[in-house]
C-alpha cells in the first residue's frame, strides 16, 4: 500500500471532472492511493464504485464542529475549499500517511510527478506560486500579478504537505483559520482558502516553493511560460515535460478568453485547451453533471439564497436558536417572518445585492458554533479605553447606535463584541 495519499474536493456535479483527473494520475501513479473529499450528502442511488478513486470521504464525516451550520454558511465553491484543511488532517492521521498531495478537480497531470514527491522528503510543505517570473508588459502585470496580490501569492489548486509534525500543525494552524474565514472577500482581504498560504512561509519552517515551470501551468503564467509539443507528440514546458495544467474558470468560459489572450497564438495550448474542452462537453451530459448539490436547498425543496446564507453567517444569534439551519421549520419559518421586518432590502431584487454588500462590508469572524461566547476582555477594552479617552468613547457610541438602528442587539453584539 501506498504512503502517498492524493485527494481532490468536489460536489457530485465535478466528479466527472475528477475522474479525468483521478484517470491521469492512475496512468502516471498507479501506486498512489487516492481519496476524494464529497462536499456533498451521499446518496444511496448514486454508485461511485467504478470512479477511480480507492475512498470517499463524505465532508460531514471529516469531523468538522457545528458541521450542519457551518456548512450552511457556504456556497458550493466555499464549501469545496473549505472541507480541505479537514480532510488533509484526516489523511495525515492516517497510520500509513507519509505524504499528502492536493490537486484541484480541474487539473490534469500529464507525465509523473517525482519531484514533488522528493521535494517532500527535505519539506513539510510545497507551495507552487501563480507566477514564478516578472511580467513584461502592463497588461500582464494588471492581469497576473496584481490578481495575485489580491487573491494569493501561492496557487491552491496545488499543495503537499509531508506528515511531519510542522505538517500537522499546519493543517491544523489553516483549519482553524478557515473554519471562520472561508469566504471571498476581497476587499477585507480574503479569498476562500488561497490567501491565508501566504502567511505560511513566515509561519511554518521547511516550506518548499516549487517554482518549476512545469507544474500548476495555467492562464496565470501562460505569458511566461513556453508550452509546446515534443517530436513524439507530449507536451513539454520550458524543455521540460508538463508536469500537471489547471484548466481554472473552464465552465465559465474565463479560462479559454484569458489563454487567447496570453498564449498569442501558441497553437500547442490552444490544442490542450481544444482537448480539454471536447472532454469536459461530452462529461456535462452524464446524470453526475447534472445532481443538484444536497446543500444547495432546504428539507422542504426550497433553494437557500445567498442572502439567507450571509445572515446566517453574521448572525450569532440565529447559529445559536437554528442550530441545523437546513430545517425549513425553523430558520426558512424564522426568515420568512421576522427575517422580512429585519431585512426588508434583502426581499427586494433591485436592492438585494448593493443590501447585501453593505451587511457585509465589516470583517466578522463569521460562523461561531459554540465558540460564540461574548469576548469579556474585549469588552472590557472598549469600555476602559472610552472612559479614558472621551473623544474615542463618543466615536464607539456614535458606530454602535449606528449598528443598533440598522441591526438591533444582535448586530450590535455581532459587530463590537463578536
Known amino acids: 500500500m501506498s504512503n502517498i495519499n492524493v485527494f481532490t474536493s468536489a460536489a457530485f456535479n465535478y466528479i466527472p471532472k475528477v475522474r479525468m483527473l483521478f484517470q491521469s494520475l492512475r496512468q502516471h501513479h498507479p501506486e498512489w492511493r487516492l481519496h476524494l473529499a464529497l462536499a456533498d450528502e451521499p446518496r444511496p442511488d448514486i454508485d461511485l464504485s467504478r470512479e477511480p478513486f480507492d475512498q470517499i470521504w463524505p465532508a460531514s464525516e471529516l469531523g468538522i464542529p457545528d458541521w450542519r451550520g457551518w456548512a450552511f454558511c457556504h456556497t458550493i465553491v466555499e464549501l469545496a475549499t473549505a472541507i480541505k484543511p479537514f480532510m488533509l488532517l484526516r489523511l495525515l ?82 483549519s482553524q483559520r478557515i473554519y471562520h474565514f472561508c469566504r471571498a472577500d476581497i476587499p477585507n482581504g480574503l479569498f476562500t482558502d488561497q490567501r491565508w498560504i501566504d502567511l505560511v512561509p513566515a509561519f511554518f519552517d521547511g516550506v518548499a516553493i516549487m517554482k518549476s515551470s512545469r507544474h500548476n501551468v495555467a492562464t496565470w503564467n501562460l505569458t511566461t511560460r513556453k508550452l509546446g509539443l515534443s517530436a513524439s507528440g507530449n507536451y513539454m514546458v520550458d524543455g521540460e515535460p508538463l508536469g500537471f495544467y489547471h484548466f481554472t474558470g473552464f465552465d465559465s468560459g474565463a479560462h479559454r478568453i484569458m489563454a487567447a489572450k496570453n498564449a498569442g497564438n501558441n497553437q500547442a495550448v490552444h490544442q490542450l485547451v481544444n482537448w480539454y474542452a471536447k472532454q469536459t462537453e461530452a462529461l456535462a451530459d452524464e446524470p453526475l453533471a447534472k445532481e443538484p448539490w444536497a446543500y444547495g436547498f432546504y428539507t422542504d425543496g426550497t433553494p437557500i439564497s445567498k442572502a439567507q446564507r450571509l445572515v446566517y453567517r453574521e448572525r450569532v444569534d440565529l447559529q445559536s436558536a ?61 469600555l476602559r479605553q472610552s472612559f479614558f479617552q472621551p473623544r474615542t468613547g463618543f466615536a464607539i457610541g456614535k458606530r454602535g447606535w449606528e449598528v443598533f438602528k440598522s441591526e438591533g442587539i444582535a448586530g450590535l453584539k455581532r459587530r463590537l463584541l463578536g
Open 322 to 382: 437554528f442550530p441545523d439551519p437546513f430545517d425549513a421549520s425553523t430558520y426558512l419559518a424564522w426568515w420568512n417572518n421576522q427575517g422580512k421586518v429585519e431585512f426588508p432590502d434583502f426581499f427586494d431584487q433591485e436592492k438585494c445585492e448593493k443590501a447585501m454588500k453593505e451587511f457585509s462590508s465589516a470583517l466578522t469572524p463569521g460562523f461561531r458554533g459554540n465558540t460564540s461566547n461574548i469576548d469579556w476582555e474585549k469588552l472590557s477594552g472598549i
Open 93 to 174: 492521521k492516517l497510520p500509513d500517511c507519509q505524504k499528502v498531495i492536493y490537486l484541484d478537480p480541474d487539473t490534469v497531470a500529464f507525465s509523473r510527478l517525482d519531484d514533488i514527491v522528493a521535494a517532500l522528503d527535505k519539506a513539510n510543505i510545497v507551495l507552487t506560486p501563480h507566477q514564478t517570473r516578472p511580467e513584461k508588459t502592463l497588461s500582464a502585470v494588471m492581469d497576473n500579478e496584481i490578481c495575485s496580490l489580491k487573491h494569493g501569492i501561492y496557487n491552491l489548486g496545488f499543495i503537499a504537505v509531508a506528515a511531519s509534525d510542522v505538517g500537522h500543525e499546519f493543517a491544523e494552524w489553516w
